[in-house]
């Protein structure tokens, strides 16, 4: 396993830089990388991805996602095999620090450069170095999505549970 952690500070709310970041569709116009990516639900993405020569195509699931706070996925079945977390913490009120952290098991040729040490590091410096650009310049989020998955399932609100066409009556 080869470890990742890479920090950028973004002049924006930290509402503003996680609404944003929940807008995958979004990633191929600020990160080199991703080409392509696919909500195909709430907890399931797949991407496609291309450095160089190297292509490939991959499902992740989102295990944890709390809005303000972090998202932490993992992929699945694919090489090269990977976890991760990104996590967004308040500066000031303006100011979002966001934190990427991952661990990539380099196994087989689509998992070469993820294990040439330092390559990952930088690739995922460079995507976030685009994400400040992006967010920055935008100056407020494309869009947002504010659910929040527990161990893989969406975990409705209190609104979204009530099903109930009977009016709740305040008791006193």
């Known amino acids: ?19 944003q970041w929940t807008q995958f569709k979004s990633f191929p116009r600020f990160m080199t ?13 797949s991407w496609t ?6 292509r490939g195509v991959f499902e992740a699931e989102i295990l944890e996602q709390e809005p303000d706070s972090h998202l932490v996925w993992r992929s699945l079945g694919q090489r090269p095999a990977h976890r991760g977390e990104v996590v967004f ?3 000031a ?34 995507e976030l170095r685009g994400f400040k650009e992006y967010i920055e310049g935008l100056g407020a989020e494309s869009g947002a ?20 066409g009977v009016p709740c009556w305040p008791v006193g």
């Open 145 to 164: 999505w504010r659910g929040t998955i527990r161990n893989g399932r969406l975990r409705r609100t209190h609104e979204e549970r009530q099903t109930s």
């Open 1 to 19: 396993m080869h470890s990742v952690e890479e920090t950028v500070e973004v002049a924006v709310p930290v509402r503003t830089a996680y609404n």
């Open 93 to 126: 009120a303006d100011r979002t620090k966001v934190t990427v952290r991952m661990e990539i098991a380099a196994r087989g040729t689509t998992g070469l450069l993820a294990g040439v040490p330092k390559v990952a590091g930088r690739v995922v410096r460079g």
């Open 49 to 54: 991805l291309a450095l160089g020569p190297v």
């Open 33 to 45: 990388t991703v080409r392509k990516v696919d909500q195909i639900k709430p907890s399931l993405t």
């Open 89 to 91: 913490e308040t500066v």
